[in-house]
């Protein structure tokens, strides 16, 4: 297992994390908003996602009808999963002076591509189930860490959002070209 790489101070995560969790107790409201990220379709399937000054790319596979630019939504949810529940729980630690030498996140999401390409109207596009397999490097006794990791799921905001139907409306907006 690939170790934290230096310099992994718990005080930098810790301060911030406290910091900001006093601020939004003393005003929650600070704490709410909407957090927008636009996806601009560039090339067939390939496209382009943009949030403040991050920019990067998604597609799908050539045998897939895409490009092969960059990793696939599947990639990118799975990533966004393990990564939230991966800092979570180093913040988690942090907070409680404990120390994590190593941390590695794995999600496995189990899928039947029938529903995805519409073959059976019996099978969801979407997952059937989902593991996070968290492999972690400590000299913290294995109790202390069940307990970290519980208090981390609680707090992992993408978990939540995978385990919990949170509602999603879509809106569209049909904009027809200029004919010269």
């Known amino acids: ?35 927008t990220t636009t996806v601009h379709m560039t090339d067939g399937l390939s496209c382009e996602i943009k949030e403040g000054a991050w920019r990067f790319a998604c597609d799908t596979s050539e045998k897939g009808g ?27 630690a942090a907070c409680e002076g404990i120390a994590l030498d190593g941390l590695t996140v794995e999600v496995e999401a189990d899928y039947d591509a029938c529903g995805e390409y519409g073959v059976s109207d019996e099978v969801p596009p979407g997952y059937r189930a989902m593991r996070c397999i968290l492999t972690i490097e400590s000299d913290a006794p294995e109790a202390e860490i069940a307990r970290l990791l519980t208090e981390a799921e609680r707090g992992t905001a993408f978990l939540d959002t995978f385990r919990r139907a949170v509602p999603v409306t879509c809106e569209t907006w049909i904009v027809h070209p200029e004919h010269s």
């Open 66 to 92: 895409g490009h092969d630019t960059g990793p696939n939504p599947g990639t990118l949810g799975r990533g966004a999963l393990g990564a939230c529940l991966a800092m979570t729980l180093v913040r988690f």
């Open 1 to 35: 297992m690939d170790s934290l790489r230096p310099p992994y101070d718990l005080d930098t995560i810790r301060i911030p994390f406290e910091r900001r969790a006093q601020a939004l107790t003393l005003r929650p409201s600070k704490g709410q908003g909407t957090a």
